[in-house]
């Protein structure tokens, strides 16, 4: 399996606290990504980076933020969790913008009550 | 970006092929053909990709149709293992994301 580990695997939070996930890979790929997967919507992209702090939104970036100071690392916070945003969050890798070869990690559960 | 349509579900007995359709009837000259499955609780995994030709490799083969309106994922020995939502997406090289839709349950039985 490719080096990404997500963290934390599972985590319950309540409304409107803030959380932050984390995506650490050891494969030095510049494209990096969060999705969220929900029953019957499949995996949507949230936000993904091209490099160290550069970043740019995807079709479901609402009430999401990210930061990518380190190749290495790639941040999802939610300022102000809701109900809405329980799901499972999978960070994805790929080497350049054209490959689509993306390898995944195995998901965070997150379960805003 | 084209979209796909795949059956909801399909079975296969172990050991024999499993045969996964796809139809992309609105896929244009640059795009590819791309296959993901998801095994419970994991990310998905990368199977295969092609533009016109068929491709094989240690995963599958896959088969297009000379008009490119349609595919098919083989898995030439299915395993239990093998059991897992498999996700046909079209995707060109214009740097959109790619776009998983609902993907087909393949349940491979004993």
């Known amino acids: 399996d490719a080096g990404i580990t997500q963290s934390p695997r599972h985590k319950v939070t309540e409304t409107g606290t803030p959380v932050t996930l984390r995506c650490h890979q050891t494969?030095?790929?510049?494209?990096m990504y969060w999705y969220r997967q929900d029953p019957g919507h499949g995996l949507r992209l949230i936000h993904y980076?091209?490099?160290?702090?550069?970043?740019d939104k995807g079709e479901v970036s609402d009430g999401y933020s990210v930061s990518r100071s380190k190749t290495e690392d790639f941040l999802l916070t939610l300022e102000s969790a809701t109900s809405s945003q329980t799901s499972v969050y999978f960070c994805?890798?790929?080497?350049?913008?054209?490959?689509?070869?993306?390898?995944f990690g195995s998901g965070t559960q997150l379960s805003v009550l | 970006d084209a979209k796909t349509t795949q059956p909801t579900s399909m079975d296969c007995a172990e050991g024999r092929a499993a045969n996964l359709p796809c139809n992309h009837s609105?896929?244009?000259?640059?795009?590819?053909v791309y296959w993901y499955r998801q095994i419970h609780s994991q990310g998905p995994q990368y199977i295969i990709h092609?533009?016109?030709n068929n491709e094989t490799n240690e995963m599958a083969s896959l088969i297009i149709t000379e008009d490119r309106k349609s595919s098919t994922l083989i898995l030439p020995h299915a395993t239990l293992r093998d059991t897992a939502v498999y996700y046909c997406?079209?995707?060109?090289?214009?740097?959109?994301?790619?776009?998983f839709g609902e993907g087909t349950q393949l349940t491979v039985n004993p």
């Open positions: 994805a890798i790929s080497e350049s913008r054209t490959d689509e070869k993306l390898f």
């Open positions: 494969e030095n790929h510049r494209y």
């Open positions: 980076s091209y490099g160290v702090k550069d970043t």
């Open positions: 609105t896929i244009s000259g640059n795009e590819y």
């Open positions: 092609g533009l016109k």
């Open positions: 997406i079209v995707r060109g090289t214009s740097g959109s994301r790619l776009t």
